[in-house]
């Protein structure tokens, strides 16, 4: 018999993490404790996640992902790697005002990313199976995330050419070793690295914000 999920201790847990993230009159419990039974429920018989406690997923995925809520800008939102909704759909359940595309190469993925967004009913979130290096959009994105997709020169690489003129890209990290990832870093863009602190998580978060390099007066791009 499966185990049934714990749901009131796991809200208990969310409630707590959210507050201690400042995030409650922003981050709606309920909705992100769905999301939790969703993706324990899926992951028993997908292995969408390595990790397999609800409990372990409070920190870990869910007050991770939330951690970068308030670096958040615009209205147009791609999550690149989105993998089980990380951080796309908990950002998307916290600001129903937010475009989202959550972007993934995995068919089991993306099939429970498009199961997730009916049942919790995101309607504004758009599902698409695609390497970001092969996609091919017309549209372009205030904000574009990835969580621990990617070596930071090559997912700009990869995702610049989508990212608004004023846009930025929020690079989700644990240890960041910036001579490492920014080598190959095509010119024209700026990063600065932010420490995050995420409640009962025991290691070392940052995100990573990366714009283009303002054009000095005088100067043009070419």
Same mark, same amino acid.
């Given at each position: 018999m499966t185990e049934a999920f714990p749901r009131a201790a796991v809200t208990r847990a969310v409630a707590d993490g959210v507050k201690r993230l400042g995030l409650s009159a922003t981050a709606p419990v309920e909705p992100l404790v769905d999301y939790l039974a969703l993706l324990s429920r899926w992951n028993r018989a997908f292995n969408l996640s390595a990790v397999r406690d609800p409990f372990e997923m409070v920190p870990r995925h869910l007050l991770d992902s939330l951690a970068t809520l308030p670096y958040l800008e615009g209205s147009r939102l791609l999550d690149v790697g989105s993998g089980a909704g990380l951080p796309g759909i908990p950002l998307a359940l916290c600001r129903p005002? =937010?475009? /989202?595309?959550? *972007? #993934?190469?995995?068919?089991?993925?993306? @099939?429970?990313? %498009? +199961?997730?967004?009916?049942?919790?009913?995101?309607?504004?979130?758009?599902?698409?199976?695609?390497?970001?290096?092969?996609?091919?959009?017309?549209s372009v994105f205030d904000t574009v995330t990835a969580r621990a997709f990617a070596r930071l020169d090559h997912f700009v690489q990869g995702a610049g050419r989508i990212v608004a003129p004023h846009g930025l890209i929020l690079a989700m990290k644990g240890h960041f070793d910036g001579d490492v990832e920014t080598a190959e870093m095509p010119p024209g863009w700026r990063f600065?690295?932010?420490? =995050?602190? /995420?409640?009962? *998580? #025991?290691?070392?978060?940052?995100?990573? @914000?990366?714009? %283009? +390099?303002?054009?000095?007066s005088g100067e043009t791009d070419g």
């Open positions: 005002d =937010l475009q /989202v595309t959550l *972007l #993934d190469t995995n068919g089991k993925k993306t @099939r429970f990313l %498009r +199961q997730a967004a009916l049942e919790l009913a995101l309607n504004r979130v758009t599902v698409v199976q695609e390497r970001i290096e092969r996609w091919s959009t017309d600065e690295v932010e420490p =995050l602190e /995420v409640p009962g *998580l #025991d290691a070392a978060r940052c995100v990573v @914000r990366i714009r %283009r +390099q303002k054009v000095k």
